[in-house]
């Protein structure tokens, strides 16, 4: 009776393997800068076609392997990292486990090219599916490259999964810009299909590469943190609330210079800005935490993108009274208390609900009307009573069957997203045309998002002119958008997109567009709202199921029968 359970084979524990540490090309991309970093280089070039799906290739100046290393640096756990069981509680390198490269030589066709200083001439290896085909003697420059082919040529279920280039070119710019940021002692440079796309010059100052990879519009937003308790060390930079963005993307986390995701560090940075963002909204910081290597533990995770503390609290606390020093006390904002200048024309300056802007003498085009719920309609015919608003948040309705409280910003967003969908394929979305065109830079990740999406910007009103590197000039905008408003509803539509993204929905992004401008324009949460908006708004709502969510998927109402609060109540009748 042949035995259940069975060793594997080696091509197919390789493969496992593989599939841990290379998930798709920019895991490649970061792993080969790593090892780049680890051996000294002072300039690290990446160069992908497809973005990265038939070929990526990176080469640095930096310490090279030697000749009798080569073969066995693709051997799996062949390090130079790591030599006692004590030096796994001593990392001080990017790499230590000996894994990335025969990981990814086992899922691909690839070269390595490599001479250290010393010697006169290099080494050239050549593999195929983790098998090595031959060995050689190159002349080459000091350093090393790495040319990888046909990722997951031989795993073509994995390559299925893969995204659109567009959205693996995304992937793998995350990553370099992550890296890059944290060593601004390294030139970097990103070329993608023969195109240059980034070049970072080396340089002493940290606040030079942080301008250099997120804007100098960002730069002048930031605060700098500083505080050192014992052996943890915690500095870096945080916005102020003059800028936020829509998600926890502009979060960067570094401990001990490696790029990490902790939920313990994202927890002390919402923590330490829970009274001075709205909800919804998140700041950018950026934050070295220099321990102790013995103290954390790097090895949790298959891509090492996440770490574990030895004293977690210690590192928590250290964090949130690093930045909670930039709100306390003279910049702290008050719980509830928006910025107008911030979240669309305050109510006092601008009719409320105004629809979309048709062009002179056109209609405005209706809303669309999907079929009533049942307490929708009979809202509709006995004519909601509205006691009121809640929290300044919620609007408190009474019908026949019991109170229904409307969230003002879902619902008001919902209905602005059919009406601007609806204006966007009739083409009756007007623009408007600055005599003065403002400027807005870009960090690097949001000029590609820009630029791979400028036709769709376009059709929804935006006229963006390229007019330096990561600066462009907004020339038009959809009528609904005022022109001090403009950088900032551009800011928050590459959020949305930026999102999206790592979602999976990359290519959605005219509906990206418009959600965004629906955010935009909708009232917001804590705002106080007249008798006449909140009737009109409910009397615009009511073509809706009860069921439709915001564009975002929240629930724009909530209903609590009579006969739930007669339970509540313990009341007979």
Known sequence: MPRKIQVLPEPIAQSIAAGEVVERPASVVKELIENAIDAGASEIVVELETAG??????????????????????????????????????????????EALPSIASVSQLTIKTRVPQALTGSRVVSEGGEIKSVSEIGCPIGTEVEVRNLFYNLPVKRKFLKSTRSELHQALNHFLRLSLSYPSITFKLIHDGRLLHELLKTDSVDVRIEAVLG?????????????????????????????????????????????????????????????????????????????????????????????????????????????????????????????????IPLSQRPFFQPPSAPRGEAVVPMVRDRPGPEWEEMRKSGPRILGQAHGTYLVCEVEQGLMLVDQHAAHERILYEEYRKAYETGSLAVVKFL?????????????????????????????????ERLYAIRSVPSLIEEKDAQQVIWEILDEMSLRKREGKGTETVDALLVALSCHAAVKGNLRMRQEEMDELVTRLSPFPQSTTCPHGRPLCFLLTWEELKREFRRSR
């Open 53 to 98: 799906l038939q070929r990526i290739r990176v080469y640095d100046n930096g310490a090279g392997i030697d000749p009798e290393d080569v073969p066995v640096a693709l051997q799996r756990y062949a390090t130079s990292k790591i030599k006692r069981l004590e030096d796994l509680f001593n990392i001080r390198t990017l790499g230590f486990r000996g």
């Open 216 to 344: 100098s519009d960002l730069v002048q937003h930031l605060q700098r943190v500083s505080l050192e308790e014992g052996e943890i060390r915690v500095s870096g930079y945080g916005s102020l609330p003059s800028l936020l963005k829509g998600n926890a993307e502009g979060f960067y986390i570094y401990v001990n210079r490696r790029y990490a995701r902790d939920r313990m560090i994202y927890k002390a940075i919402m923590e330490a800005y829970r009274h001075a963002v709205p909800t919804g909204k998140y700041p950018w910081v950026i934050l070295w935490i220099e321990v102790p290597p013995y103290s954390v533990d790097v090895n949790v995770h298959p891509t090492k993108a996440e770490v574990r503390f030895r004293d977690p609290e210690r590192v928590f606390q250290t964090a949130l009274r690093a930045l909670r020093a930039l709100h306390e006390p003279e910049s702290m904002i008050q719980e509830g208390h928006l910025d107008e200048g911030k979240t669309g």
């Open 436 to 468: 003065i065109p403002p400027l807005i830079e870009l960090s690097a990740e949001e000029s590609f998002l820009l630029s791979s999406s400028l036709e769709e910007f376009q059709a929804l009103g935006f006229e963006l002119d390229p007019v330096g």
